[in-house]
């Protein structure tokens, strides 16, 4: 679960800090939209061929226990395998590297047969303890995994972790295609977690030569459909070159991937970059681009013209955009403050400066995940009602409205919806200070619980109402997730039960008694799910925004005539 | 680019004028377009930026519900919005107008710090010579090996993105050049006849300094500094680019070009207007300073 | 001679130790975390713990920096926090784009700059130089970045004959050179200039005049021959400064170099990449200087004693 950065798009010139990982969409919500001249052409896929891709940025990371960036994770998902995957552009889970896999009735005990005969790149085979490898290389804290904290659930990660133990008690490897993992409780949601980069099959021996910065840096060895070399990596390109006898296949028998080569330049300007794609340079805009796809300042024109909007696909996201209101410091410590911001914010018109894309949003959860409620209780329900503002705020003794900072970062798209929030906050008089800072700057106020108001965004790393609302509501996540500080004994209980249970039709039941109650209290005012729009050459064929992780490389196939 | 002790050089040093010939001098102003021009400029740019709640039509801060297009875009220049609207919905005449203010700030007074700091240290340095100008000169050529719009970036990241600390940044380390050409012009000033007798008359060094030398290195001063204002307008635009210029919703001709690269393609005029007035405003500036520079070179006075 | 060379060096070196220890206190005192930069925000405290203490982010500042300039002197410039890679070979990766690009960006500059100065020095105080000379000052009063975008989408886009941005060969440079060319010339033009003007009130150019040489044989053979040596001057120190000022070039046509590494570096609180492209850029600006200096020392020997 991460911080979907800001507004989510980077401009121009400030394109560099990190767009965090995660992702993702649900099929089943009404607004995805696939158009009929898009990539939903079928056909016999044509293997070969080379396709040229813009990145806005310079991947961080290779280590799949490492990488967390969208930018990262785009190339070390095609580089590394994972015991499960998502099918297509659904949240299914199905498997990958284990061909399948048996759940133990009280969900403790997870064992996956795998696929004989994976090779790494080099010829060196992967097993069972390639993956058992990884996991000790994501719970050892000194590599600096951000994914660990996924993973202490599983029997004696808490003592490897903390270094009293030189193994993971709860996996073992009986045979070299068969791996066993022990979880310490039941977490329905924990296959969720193996779908993630994070736990890729690794080549030890490899990584023990070269060392792990190097690993990190610029020495990749995987067993995924596309390989990468030392001598593929500039600072201005990255070339993914395919694997020729990787094992998985298509329907029709074909091996992945069908491209021969993808040639990925790193180039910052996301303006530049749509332009590239309007003058058929590069075959996609998709998560290359970060954050919502075709970027916010080349968008409206882009859209406005036939020729490339009869180009787009788009889906509304599992990621939320919101404005926080701290609930133990300054004005908005009053709960009647809080629900009178929720009243004098017109969701509508931000949505507008963000020029439509997204759907407005009135509660954390987006509807793309289960526990989302379809109707809120009216008095968790805010439209906004200037009237009931003013009323509000003089109840709370602030007749005359006070004066607050708001805290996001600095990037040109975020600073417009700032100002739509400080001008509509004017109009029941509150005067709003911007405090926009760059991402870290940001962050490290943000993540004290020291911002009186701030606008965030957040986005899945799997589609669970746990990534959601126990992340950032349980009070054992304040100050560095929970953020705003929020406290409520019933919700704690409600969220710690849900947490723990394999029932889904309770799971959803306690996340809706959570978010009735959080939106009471006016935690939170959700402004809107994102709307990702993704853009395909006529010429290219398989592509889909996936429900969950990045663009589908494996599966992208272009026209004969093209290559 | 930066402004360079060589901008002032061809005409040092300047010899101490009597008060009579810089009368003489202001009657054939009209052989200097350059500073009429630019002056010209300098001096509407004060006036909209001191009555600008006069002359703007809107208010530069209000978000106009018909201030954007049905799909969120910026609108076209009309009779409501003479320059049309950005990408919020507000009015850019008014911004542009309003922006003027704080350019002129950025600009005037962050020079004032660069003046203050460059003036005094040039003097003390070119005066006492020795150590203390070893020191002082050591100083300066590390101020001038910053990498300028790195460090301030890095200062204003310190120290937070608002009006006054992107002064600061500026006017802190910008003082470089006119220390050098300030302490160039006192060095050549000390051997003077008048000055020496000064000295041997028990005047103390602070009278020599400030009341005989420094009158007399205004002129080049002067000069530096009008070209300086035009620069450092430049340099908080350039920072609002790189993101870390004066923050909104407080409009900068910088923020407001760095706003509008983000919609030129479709709606050019959001990137055209601030640009525009930026342009004028630097050039007037630079005008003016190139005028001055021709109107007190000694050259023009013997040709 | 020597006691001169010896003075300046050794100045160029206490000139670039203050700007280590300013750079270091300035980027350690920016207000966030570079241990969470680096694993991001959702990774449990004990491995941010952990991060920090491995990266010695623990240590007192000045242990800090003592280790640091140890490691310098020994030709260590650091791992960058967030890509992993030696410090050194970003810079070395990123220095001859960089260069490149510095070298056209002056050559521009040159090429616009000094016959709009030969041209107003010939017609000076004329309505010509004058229409000249403005247009020159508007090419000053221009932000770079304005400029760039504007030129980029006509002549990437709308008219594509040249490339929408990025580094490589000559067809990238030219839109960032011509950019950058119209941006600058115009110190050269006032330069050349002033120089033109004070050497055509010589003796040897009035007597070269009154021995009849023509107009154009006097203008080249005399006038600009010995004007352009301080613009030569001028154009070392200048390009020095470019390397200081190329950030905004290289954010503007997305070159990738090492302007765009040390932004980025601080946008990221990468501080080794930081103080590597920091320190790199400032020698870069010291030894343009010095060599000024030295040439200039060279040719007239009373500097020395200044």
């Not at chain 1, 593929?232 to 029709?252: E, F, G, H, M, V």
């Not at chain 3, 330069?191 to 203008?219: I, N």
């Not at chain 3, 600009?224 to 950030?247: E, K, M, S, W």
């Amino acid at each position: 679960m991460d911080w979907k950065k800001g507004a989510a798009v980077v401009a121009s010139a400030a394109a560099f800090s990190l767009v965090l990982a995660g992702c993702g969409a649900n099929s089943a919500s009404p607004t995805n939209s696939q158009n009929s001249t898009g990539t939903a052409s079928t056909g016999k896929p044509v293997p070969g061929g080379n396709v040229t891709l813009d990145f806005i940025q310079n991947i961080r990371d290779l280590d799949p226990a490492i990488a967390y960036d969208t930018q990262s994770d785009e190339v070390v998902s095609q580089l590394y395998d994972q015991l499960v995957t998502w099918q297509g552009n659904t949240d299914n889970i199905v498997p990958m590297a284990a061909k399948d896999w048996t759940i133990s009735p009280d969900g403790l005990t997870y064992t996956f047969h795998l696929h004989q005969n994976m090779k790494f790149w080099n010829g060196d085979p992967v097993t069972a303890q390639s993956f058992i490898d990884e996991f000790q290389r994501v719970l050892n804290p000194n590599l600096g995994s951000g994914g660990s904290g996924f993973y202490t659930i599983i029997q004696g990660a808490q003592a490897y972790f903390n270094k009293k133990a030189s193994t993971i008690s709860g996996l073992s490897a009986p045979d070299p295609t068969t791996l066993v993992i022990k979880l310490t409780k039941p977490e329905k949601f924990f296959l969720d977690t193996l779908t993630m980069p994070f736990i890729s099959a690794v080549d030890q021996k490899f990584i023990d030569k070269v060392g792990n910065k190097a690993f990190d840096a610029t020495q990749a060895m995987g067993s995924g459909p596309f390989e990468l070399t030392s001598s593929d990596i500039t600072p201005n390109q990255i070339t993914l070159t395919k694997n020729p006898s990787y094992w998985r296949t298509d329907k029709y028998g074909n091996h992945l991937p069908y491209l021969n080569k993808v040639t990925i330049n790193i180039s910052n300007n996301d303006q530049l970059d749509t332009l590239h794609f309007e003058q058929g340079q590069t075959a996609w805009i998709g998560w290359n681009f970060g954050g919502d796809g075709i970027p916010a300042s080349s968008y409206p024109q882009f859209m406005a013209n036939p020729k490339y909007a009869g180009l787009t696909q788009s889906i509304i996201m599992n990621s939320v955009q919101y404005i926080g209101l701290n609930t133990t410091m300054g004005p908005t410590k009053n709960p009647l403050v809080r629900q009178a911001i929720e009243y004098a914010i017109n969701k509508p018109d931000i949505l507008r400066l963000n020029n439509g894309r997204g759907q407005i949003a009135n509660q954390p959860l987006p509807p793309g995940i289960q526990g989302y409620v379809q109707n809120l209780p009216a008095d968790a329900t805010y439209n906004y009602d200037l009237q009931k503002a003013k009323d509000l705020l003089k109840q709370a003794n602030y007749p005359n409205g006070f004066t607050i900072d708001l805290y996001s970062s600095n990037d040109g798209a975020q600073l417009t919806l700032d100002q739509g929030v400080q001008s509509q906050l004017a109009k029941v008089g509150i005067k709003v200070n911007i405090k926009a800072s760059s991402w870290g700057t940001f962050l490290n106020v943000a993540e004290a619980g020291k911002a009186p108001m701030d606008w965030l965004g957040w986005i899945q790393d799997f589609p669970d109402a746990s990534d959601f609302l126990n992340t950032l509501f349980n009070s054992n996540q304040i100050p560095v997730n929970n953020n705003m500080n929020y406290k409520n004994a019933n919700v704690d209980t409600w969220l710690n039960q849900a947490e723990y249970s394999m029932d889904q039709q309770q799971r959803n039941q306690l996340y809706g008694q959570a978010t009735d109650q959080i939106m009471k209290d006016a935690v939170w005012v959700p402004i809107w799910y994102d709307k990702f729009t993704a853009a395909t050459q006529s010429w290219v064929h398989g592509f889909y925004i996936p429900a969950v992780g990045t663009d589908p490389i494996e599966w992208v196939w272009i026209d004969k005539s093209h290559q | 680019m930066s402004l360079s002790e060589l901008d002032i050089k061809p005409s040092q040093p300047f010899a101490p004028t009597p008060m009579v010939a810089k009368k003489q001098q202001l009657k054939s102003l009209r052989e200097f377009p350059m500073l009429y021009l630019g002056g010209f400029i300098v001096l509407v740019l004060i006036v909209v930026a001191i009555f600008a709640p006069v002359l703007a039509p809107h208010n530069p801060d209000a978000v106009f519900q018909n201030g954007l297009n049905a799909n969120g875009t910026p609108i076209a220049p009309n009779w409501e919005f003479p320059l049309g609207t950005d990408s919020n919905g507000r009015d850019i005449l008014s911004r542009v107008i309003f922006g003027s203010r704080v350019s002129l700030t950025v600009g005037v007074v962050s020079t004032l710090i660069n003046l203050f700091i460059g003036v005094v240290v040039g003097l003390v340095s070119g005066y006492f010579g020795k150590w203390v100008d070893t020191v002082l000169m050591r100083a300066v050529d590390t101020i001038l090996a910053f990498p300028f719009l790195l460090f301030a970036m890095a200062l204003v990241a310190v120290l937070g993105p608002s009006l006054w600390n992107v002064l600061f940044a500026i006017g802190i380390l910008g003082w470089g050049t006119m220390a050098r050409v300030v302490r160039g012009q006192v060095l050549s000033l000390k051997e003077f006849d008048y000055v020496q007798a000064e000295r041997a008359l028990g005047a103390s060094h602070g009278r020599i300094m400030f009341r005989i030398i420094l009158p007399n290195v205004i002129g080049p001063v002067i000069v530096l500094a009008t070209l300086n204002v035009g620069m450092n307008m430049l340099t908080e635009a350039g920072l609002s680019f790189l993101g870390i210029g004066i923050q909104p919703p407080q409009a900068s001709w910088g923020n407001m070009i760095q706003q509008g690269m983000n919609t030129y393609a479709f709606a050019p005029w959001t990137l055209w207007f601030p640009g525009l007035a930026l342009v004028i405003a630097v050039l007037g500036f630079n005008m003016m300073g190139d005028g001055l520079r021709d109107l007190l070179d000694p050259h023009n006075a013997t040709r | 001679m020597y006691a001169y060379l010896i003075r300046r060096i050794s100045g160029a070196v206490v000139v670039l130790l203050g700007i280590s220890i300013i750079t270091f206190l300035l980027v350690y005192a920016v207000p966030a975390d570079p241990a969470r930069m680096i694993v991001g925000p959702k990774a449990p405290a004990a491995v941010v713990a952990a991060v920090r203490a491995q990266l010695g982010l623990n240590l007192p500042l000045p242990v800090q920096y003592i280790h640091y300039m140890d490691r310098l002197f020994h030709g260590d410039l650091g791992t960058s926090y967030i890509y992993s890679l030696p410090v050194a070979k970003m810079i070395l990766q990123r220095i001859g784009p960089t260069a490149w690009l510095a070298l056209w960006c002056w050559v521009a500059e040159l090429v616009i700059g000094i016959p709009l100065g030969i041209y107003t020095a010939r017609h000076a105080r004329h309505k010509r130089d004058y229409i000249v000379s403005a247009v020159a000052l508007v090419g000053i009063s221009l932000p770079v970045f304005w400029l760039g975008l504007v030129l980029l989408y006509w002549f990437g886009f709308e008219i594509p004959i040249l490339p929408l941005g990025g580094s490589g060969g000559i067809q990238y440079v030219i839109l960032p050179a011509i950019t950058y060319g119209i941006t600058g010339a115009a110190y050269y033009t006032r330069l050349l200039k002033s120089s033109m003007l004070e050497v055509m009130g010589q003796d040897y150019v009035r007597t070269a005049r009154a021995k009849g040489a023509s107009e154009r044989r006097v203008t080249w053979r005399h006038v600009v021959r010995n004007a352009l040596l301080p613009v030569v001057t001028f154009g070392g120190i200048d390009i020095g400064y470019l390397l200081t000022g190329v950030v905004l070039i290289e954010a503007t046509f997305n070159w990738n170099g090492l302007g765009m590494l040390a932004y980025t570096a601080i946008q990221n609180d990468d501080v080794p990449v930081i103080m590597g492209t920091v320190m790199l850029i400032a020698v870069g600006v010291v030894l343009f200087t010095l060599l000024v200096d030295i040439i200039y020392a060279a040719i007239d020997p009373r500097i020395r004693y200044e």
